[in-house]
Nanobody, 124 residues
Framework: QVQLVESGGGLVQAGGSLRLSCAAS????????MGWFRQAPGKEREFVAA????????FYADSVKGRFTISRDNAKNTVYLQMNSLKPEDTAVYYC?????????????????WGQGTQVTVSS
C-alpha cells in the first residue's frame, strides 16, 4: 500500500519561498506519476505540477510556471515542490498525489493515492 506524507508548509510573506516535500513509502515507484495539487478555502482542489518517477519529465499549471519547480529524489523516495515568488493567491492546502503509469494527468480523479496535505499561507 502506497503512503504519502507531505511536509514543509508554513507562513511566508509575498515574494518569499518555501520547499514542500512528499515522502513516499510502501512499494516501488518506478512506474508512478507524482503530482502536487492545492485547495484554497471555498475552492476545488486544482492541479499544480507533476513529475514522472522514471525519466523525470515534468509539467505545470500555467499559474505556477516559472515560479514553482517539481523534482524527485529516487534514493530518498521523495518528491519536492520548490515554490518561489509566492503570492497571496498561492495560499492553500497542498496535497501530494500518486498514480500508476501515464504522463499528462491533471485531474483529481486520475490520481489514486493522496497525502494528508500541508498548509501554505502567503501574507501580503
Amino acid at each position: 500500500q502506497v503512503q504519502l506524507v507531505e511536509s514543509g508548509g508554513g507562513l511566508v510573506q509575498a515574494g518569499g519561498s518555501l520547499r514542500l516535500s512528499c515522502a513516499a513509502s510502501g512499494r516501488s515507484f518506478s512506474s508512478y506519476l507524482m503530482g502536487w495539487f492545492r485547495q484554497a478555502p471555498g475552492k476545488e482542489r486544482e492541479f499544480v505540477a507533476a513529475v514522472m518517477w522514471i525519466g523525470g519529465g515534468t509539467f505545470y499549471a500555467d499559474s505556477v510556471k516559472g515560479r514553482f519547480t517539481i523534482s524527485r529524489d529516487n534514493a530518498k523516495n521523495t518528491v519536492y515542490l520548490q515554490m518561489n515568488s509566492l503570492k497571496p493567491e498561492d495560499t492553500a492546502v497542498y496535497y501530494c498525489g500518486a498514480r500508476r503509469g501515464g504522463y499528462y494527468y491533471t485531474r483529481l480523479s486520475e490520481y489514486e493515492t493522496w497525502g494528508q496535505g500541508t498548509q501554505v499561507t502567503v501574507s501580503s
